[in-house]
T-cell receptor, first 112, second 114 residues
């Protein structure tokens, strides 16, 4: 089992550019979560999906953020346009049993 | 008041000591309690999972929940340098259906000195 796979591991982009983060959940897990981690705010839930359907996106900070899950094996988180305050580590996690998450290694985003 | 409060540390103890990590929460609807461990530049990994008051033991780790006080603890016995990491508590309410997002504490940075 390769675990939850996120790409890219690191992303440096200029303010105003579009950023797309990718996630492949563990096969058979029916829930997928996107979190953002910063020193100031810790881990914040952005959005989650059950069976590919978005359930709660109330944590998405602004309309600049969007997420999709076109099938059970792939999800994207897009930021357009990006801003320096979006700099953070973005984690994807998947789960088959409530509360038992498996996290990916994260994408470290730096917007300059 | 934040939903979950956790002292960020750092907490530094000598190898072999007993470590106590704690969180408090404000919402009595929370019924499931977890501890995740996060090594530097890695994603969090599940360490302990419990849904009732009392103690749950797994090797050197013991999770303790006191719902009346809204207080959860993680104890590490015979601490090792490899235990050095950030420990995050996580909680959720019972939804009765599909998975819900967890609410995490900010994490306590633990350092075990050899």
């Amino acid at each position: 089992d390769a675990g939850v796979i996120q790409s890219p591991r690191h992303e440096v982009t200029e303010m105003g550019q579009e950023v797309t983060l990718r996630c492949k959940p563990i096969s058979g897990h029916n829930s997928l979560f996107w979190y953002r981690q910063t020193m100031m705010r810790g881990l914040e839930l952005l959005i989650y999906f059950n069976n590919n359907v978005p359930i709660d996106d109330s944590g998405m900070p602004e309309d600049r953020f969007s997420a999709k899950m076109p099938n059970a094996s792939f999800s994207t988180l897009k930021i357009q346009p990006s801003e320096p305050r979006d700099s953070a580590v973005y984690f994807c996690a998947s789960s088959q049993i409530q509360g038992r998450y498996t996290f990916g290694s994260g994408t470290r985003l730096t917007v300059v | 008041q934040k939903e979950v409060e956790q002292d960020p540390g750092p907490l530094s103890v000598p190898e072999g000591a007993i470590v106590s990590l704690n969180c408090t929460y404000s919402n009595s609807a929370f019924q499931y309690f977890m501890w995740y461990r996060q090594y530097s530049r890695k994603g969090p990994e599940l360490l302990m999972y419990t849904y009732s008051s009392g103690n749950k033991e797994d090797g050197r780790f013991t999770a303790q929940v006191d719902k009346s006080s809204k207080y959860i603890s993680l104890f590490i016995r015979d601490s090792q340098p490899s235990d050095s990491a950030t420990y995050l508590c996580a909680i959720r309410a019972y939804s009765g259906g599909g998975a819900d997002g967890l609410t995490f504490g900010k994490g306590t940075h633990l350092i075990i000195q050899p």
